[in-house]
């Protein structure tokens, strides 16, 4: 199944869309299902499929979840800002239904520990465990239970685009950075290079929270800016649909999909199956820009 997102156009066809929200019925049901695809004969195999069985509960979660109301947005800061707002405890439901869903999916001692975790923890514990994840301080949540703290939030932020207006927002706030989501300025995950007669070759980053896609300019470093020192390095054999986007002005990367070679790639999904290709460009001297929450865990 190809994985794509809805575009919402203007007024004018000529007009590039900034934003893409997105196709929440439909997101994370195709990332479980390129995950189990990618797990076949990968080295990663198990982890990959552990992580489709946690898309596979956020898809239903997200199809049941509570209707919240979207918060007031303060003066020069994005809609669904992180930290902007009280969440609603309905995430923290997400969090317990996600780790049952999945506990006996994993190894028996990464399941025993997260659920005993989980039921010793308050619901003070849990808001704890979020603004941990979300301000990038890992001493606060424990690192297994980092990617399904993530998967909630992730599922909660999503929820919430479903009421918003893409055409409404076609910038970022005044002062806030261009590599964050202008939707709740969180890093993304990487960038894709959509295809299709009204996107084709497009680049857009992809937020590694609420999952909106945003409008950059491709060839130029997503971390600084510069366009004159930007190279691409890709997996040998492979189709070419993933690369790493690196720069030689700031020595940072990103990864970059090209949806024209491969128009199943996942983002989130497509990274994890592509680490050697980070274990190549980190090898070479850079370091990587955004975040993939699936790669903070200890599994197994």
Same mark, same amino acid.
């Given at each position: 199944?190809?994985?794509?997102?809805?575009?919402?156009?203007?007024?004018?066809?000529?007009?590039?869309?900034?934003?893409?929200?997105?196709?929440?019925?439909?997101?994370?049901?195709?990332?479980?299902?390129?995950?189990?695809?990618?797990?076949? !004969?990968?080295?990663?195999?198990?982890?990959?499929?552990?992580?489709?069985?946690?898309?596979?509960?956020?898809?239903?979660?997200?199809?049941?979840?509570?209707?919240?109301?979207?918060?007031?947005?303060?003066?020069?800061?994005?809609?669904?800002?992180?930290?902007?707002?009280?969440?609603?405890?309905?995430?923290?439901?997400?969090?317990?239904?996600?780790?049952?869903?999945?506990? !006996?999916?994993?190894?028996?001692?990464?399941?025993?520990?997260?659920?005993?975790?989980?039921?010793?923890?308050?619901?003070?514990?849990?808001?704890?465990?979020?603004? !941990?994840?979300?301000?990038?301080?890992?001493?606060?949540?424990?690192?297994?239970?980092?990617?399904?703290?993530?998967?909630?939030?992730?599922?909660?932020?999503?929820?919430?685009?479903?009421?918003?207006?893409?055409?409404?927002?076609?910038?970022?706030?005044?002062?806030?950075?261009?590599?964050?989501?202008?939707?709740?300025?969180?890093?993304?995950?990487?960038?894709?290079?959509?295809?299709?007669?009204?996107?084709?070759?497009?680049?857009?980053?992809?937020?590694?929270?609420?999952?909106?896609?945003?409008?950059?300019?491709?060839?130029?470093?997503?971390?600084?800016?510069?366009?004159?020192?930007?190279?691409?390095?890709?997996?040998?054999?492979?189709?070419?649909?993933?690369?790493?986007?690196?720069?030689?002005?700031?020595?940072?990367?990103?990864?970059?999909?090209?949806?024209?070679?491969?128009?199943?790639?996942?983002?989130?999904?497509?990274?994890?199956?592509?680490?050697?290709?980070?274990?190549?460009?980190?090898?070479?001297?850079?370091?990587?820009? !955004?975040?993939?929450?699936?790669?903070?865990?200890?599994?197994?």
């Amino acid at each position: 199944m190809a994985i794509d997102q809805p575009i919402h156009f203007s007024d004018s066809s000529t007009e590039i869309p900034f934003l893409l929200l997105p196709q929440t019925d439909a997101l994370f049901l195709d990332r479980a299902l390129r995950l189990k695809n990618l797990a076949q !004969g990968h080295a990663m195999s198990d982890y990959l499929t552990f992580v489709a069985e946690v898309a596979m509960a956020q898809h239903r979660i997200l199809a049941a979840f509570p209707q919240t109301s979207l918060p007031p947005v303060a003066t020069g800061q994005t809609p669904l800002a992180i930290g902007a707002f009280l969440r609603d405890p309905a995430w923290q439901n997400a969090l317990r239904t996600i780790t049952d869903e999945v506990s !006996g999916k994993a190894p028996r001692d990464f399941s025993v520990r997260t659920k005993s975790l989980l039921s010793a923890a308050s619901g003070s514990d849990l808001e704890s465990w979020a603004q !941990g994840y979300l301000e990038g301080d890992s001493s606060r949540c424990d690192i297994g239970m980092m990617p399904l703290v993530a998967a909630a939030l992730q599922t909660y932020w999503t929820s919430l685009t479903g009421h918003l207006d893409s055409r409404a927002i076609k910038a970022h706030p005044a002062g806030r950075p261009a590599n964050h989501c202008p939707v709740c300025d969180s890093p993304p995950v990487g960038s894709i290079v959509r295809a299709g007669a009204a996107n084709q070759g497009l680049r857009y980053l992809v937020c590694s929270l609420c999952s909106s896609q945003w409008n950059m300019e491709r060839i130029h470093c997503v971390s600084c800016g510069d366009s004159k020192h930007v190279f691409y390095y890709g997996i040998d054999g492979s189709d070419g649909a993933i690369q790493a986007e690196t720069c030689d002005s700031c020595h940072v990367y990103s990864k970059i999909m090209h949806m024209e070679k491969n128009p199943a790639v996942d983002i989130i999904a497509d990274d994890l199956a592509t680490i050697s290709l980070d274990i190549l460009v980190g090898e070479a001297g850079y370091q990587r820009f !955004g975040i993939n929450p699936f790669l903070m865990t200890e599994f197994g």
